[in-house]
């Protein structure tokens, strides 16, 4: 059982910043992929970053490759998101979660637990 709680989110204005924090307690966070996903009203859930269980292998998806920044600390048990140059087509409810394995996957399917999400509103 992991149990995954993220904060962080809130409105800012297009070209701006925010970082997400998702704090996870639980099984060993170190042995296990991080990912973060987002989802916006009436669209389908986006793959956004993933880690890897220690950290060196990192994914994004297209649409935020090269302003957002994923990372991890296994010692407080957290993941983070940096997201830079914030566009209006971000905003979307971002939902940390919990892979079942190690390794990235960009599909939902494989991960397991998941945060409640939070509000990123960016606003043009």
């Known amino acids: 059982q992991v149990q995954l709680v993220e904060s962080g989110g809130g409105l800012v204005q297009a070209g701006e910043s925010l970082r997400l924090s998702c704090s996870a307690s639980g099984r060993s966070f170190s042995d296990i992929a991080m990912g973060w996903f987002r989802q916006a009203p009436g669209k389908e859930r986006e793959f956004v970053a993933g880690i890897s269980y220690s950290g060196v292998a990192t994914d994004y998806g297209d649409s935020v490759k090269g302003r957002f920044t994923i990372s991890r600390n296994n010692i407080l048990s957290t993941v983070s998101l940096r997201m830079t140059s914030l566009k209006p087509e971000d905003t979307a409810v971002y939902y940390c979660?919990?892979?079942?394995?190690?390794?990235?996957?960009?599909?939902?399917?494989?991960?397991?637990?998941w945060g409640q999400g939070t509000q990123v509103t960016v606003s043009s």
């Open positions: 979660a919990a892979d079942k394995t190690p390794v990235i996957h960009t599909t939902g399917a494989f991960y397991n637990y």
